[in-house]
């Protein structure tokens, strides 16, 4: 239950990134939008480590809440808002995963990657999809067509994001793991990364 209203809570906050979410139709169909796309990122980024995890230990492991990401949410969405950020700052990872079986930080580093690597697949296909939606080859309705245009705005903008700072090789970030595991993996998906992060979301 935790984890289900922590993804609702947080594409509610995301949802005010868009100056036209508010108390109409088109403020439902933002949010929707917002919904979809977090919780697509959320098992993009999240699914693969599980997988990976799963097959060497037998083990599921347990979702977290992570509280203090709403805050943090919240503040880059204000700080989005009131500086005109365009693309706003979309964080969305707001869930963890506990093991009670480590694998070492070879085992952390494969499962941080195949993460970002899912995610950084999953933003670029979303990419093309909203490029779709955007030139009319698919047609939902109105409300419809804003509810996935903005699910797919929402997967690239915070999975590109997500990925690109987050391969960062700072404490506390997953690219720590994989720039400690592996240097030349580390080294391709931070320069795959960041170069969709600047033709996509800053070139336009």
Same mark, same amino acid.
């Given at each position: 239950?935790?984890?289900?209203?922590?993804?609702?809570?947080?594409?509610?906050?995301?949802?005010?990134? +868009?100056?036209?979410?508010?108390?109409?139709?088109?403020?439902?169909?933002?949010?929707?939008?917002?919904?979809?796309?977090?919780?697509?990122?959320?098992?993009?980024?999240?699914?693969?480590?599980?997988?990976?995890?799963?097959?060497?230990?037998?083990?599921?492991?347990?979702?977290?809440?992570?509280?203090?990401?709403?805050?943090?949410?919240?503040?880059?969405?204000?700080?989005?808002?009131?500086? +005109? !950020?365009?693309?706003?700052?979309?964080?969305?990872?707001?869930?963890?995963?506990?093991?009670?079986?480590?694998?070492?930080?070879?085992?952390?580093?494969?499962?941080?990657?195949?993460?970002?690597?899912?995610? !950084? !697949?999953?933003?670029?296909?979303?990419? &093309?999809?909203?490029?779709?939606?955007?030139?009319?080859?698919?047609?939902?309705?109105?409300?419809?067509?804003?509810?996935?245009?903005?699910?797919?705005?929402?997967?690239?903008?915070?999975?590109?994001?997500?990925?690109?700072?987050?391969?960062?090789?700072?404490?506390?970030?997953?690219?720590?793991? =994989?720039?400690?595991?592996?240097? &030349?993996? &580390?080294? =391709?998906? +931070?320069?795959?990364?960041?170069?969709?992060?600047?033709?996509?979301?800053?070139?336009?």
């Amino acid at each position: 239950m935790k984890v289900v209203l922590a993804v609702v809570v947080a594409a509610l906050i995301s949802s005010f990134l +868009s100056q036209q979410m508010g108390l109409s139709t088109d403020g439902l169909a933002i949010y929707l939008g917002f919904l979809i796309g977090l919780s697509v990122v959320l098992v993009a980024f999240e699914l693969p480590g599980l997988l990976i995890h799963r097959g060497q230990t037998r083990e599921w492991g347990r979702l977290k809440v992570l509280p203090w990401v709403l805050v943090l949410a919240a503040m880059f969405v204000l700080t989005s808002r009131l500086a +005109s !950020l365009q693309p706003g700052y979309l964080y969305g990872i707001v869930l963890g995963v506990l093991f009670a079986r480590g694998g070492g930080r070879a085992a952390e580093g494969r499962e941080q990657a195949a993460g970002m690597m899912g995610t !950084l !697949l999953l933003a670029i296909g979303a990419w &093309w999809f909203g490029g779709q939606v955007a030139a009319g080859a698919i047609n939902a309705g109105t409300f419809g067509n804003v509810v996935l245009a903005t699910a797919a705005s929402a997967v690239v903008v915070s999975g590109l994001e997500a990925v690109a700072f987050g391969m960062m090789p700072f404490t506390f970030m997953p690219g720590r793991a =994989v720039y400690q595991w592996h240097r &030349w993996v &580390w080294a =391709v998906l +931070s320069a795959v990364a960041m170069f969709a992060f600047f033709h996509i979301l800053i070139g336009p």
